[in-house]
């Protein structure tokens, strides 16, 4: 079935015949992005961090020399600084935040992701949202957690009248319900997120989203479920259909008009440090000292605070 074919018609007719129709809905690939083309697809985002992190965001000349972010033909490192001591009354912590040039509505995006950054006070994410006027282009953050603490959490923040079910079809445990403020879903796998990710080799996170759901998956690498054929090899074309129940489910009911609620979102990328998040919740992650002091003190054992990103492929 081509997917000119609208889904809500599909449905009427379904709800007609009262027959559960499958929705095959083939997406074709329109952007790869490998190596040096993050280079080329994504801005540095070095304005001040607005969730008060221990942070200092550099921009592209500056991230490129200090070696923060490197590019292969097969890889693309985001990196924070792990040499310097910090100056407490200084900037924090040297780190990225990159954001795509191009915005996405309908889409679907997969991210082979080899390694994310790891370490008390260490907040990274991958997410997609609208910046003007946030909340109300909507936000999903796709990778994200703090402090080591697996497993990833998937979030979806809109204006305020969106709230989820916390019945779903998803595999993953719903936490918050409502948009306004956060709604969330852990996933259920323990190597979604933090050292038992990178220890097992990373793997793939996936997103669909349409006008009236929004879907997340995650596969990882060895073990587990084992991620589709054309998640795992770079493909023309991906078939969602075929890629089971999602983690995370967030979709259109009466409590939320989800078409509403998300406008163009662009893709970021970033590690942030302690702030409004990993830093509330430092001491309750079982790290030692406190959050900024434990940043400022620490070089090479961030070391490992790092992704190391495959390829981000983009279907429409
Ligand atoms: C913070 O980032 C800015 C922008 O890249 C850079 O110019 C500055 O040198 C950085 N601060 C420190 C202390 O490295
Ligand atoms: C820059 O980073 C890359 C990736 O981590 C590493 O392979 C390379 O050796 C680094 N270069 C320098 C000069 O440190
Ligand atoms: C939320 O719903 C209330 C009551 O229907 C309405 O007054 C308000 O404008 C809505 N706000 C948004 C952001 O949709
Ligand atoms: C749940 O999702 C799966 C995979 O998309 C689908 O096959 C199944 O029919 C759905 N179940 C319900 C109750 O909607």
Known sequence: ??????????????????VPFAISVKYTLSESIVGNAFYDKFTWFD???????????TDRETSRRLNLTYASSDTFILRSDFTTVLDPAGPGRNSVRIISKQTYTTHVAIFDVR??????????????????????????DIVEGINNQTPNLVSVHTSPNCTMPRDRNQTGTPASLTCDGGCNVRMRSRESFG????ANGG??????????????????????????RDVI?????ATTEAWGIPDALFATTPSCDLAAKFR???????????????????GASGCPSTCANFVNTNTAYYWNAYFDIASIRIYL
């Open 47 to 57: 304005i001040p961090d607005w969730n008060h992190g221990r942070v200092n965001y």
């Open 203 to 228: 793997g793939w996170f996936a997103v669909e989203r349409r006008p009236d759901f929004i879907k997340v998956w995650f596969w990882p690498r060895k073990g587990g479920v084992a991620a589709p």
């Open 233 to 237: 090899s770079p493909g023309t074309s």
């Open 115 to 140: 390694h994310m950054p790891e370490g008390c006070g260490t907040w990274p994410a991958i997410w997609e949202t609208k910046q003007d006027g946030w909340p109300n282009g909507g936000e999903l």
């Open 264 to 282: 163009e979102n662009a893709i970021i990328i970033n590690l942030n440090f302690c702030g409004d998040w990993a830093g509330s919740q430092y």
């Open 1 to 18: 079935m081509s997917r000119k074919l609208r889904p809500s018609i599909i449905a009427l007719l379904s709800l007609y015949l009262q």
């Open 195 to 198: 050292p038992a990710f990178n």
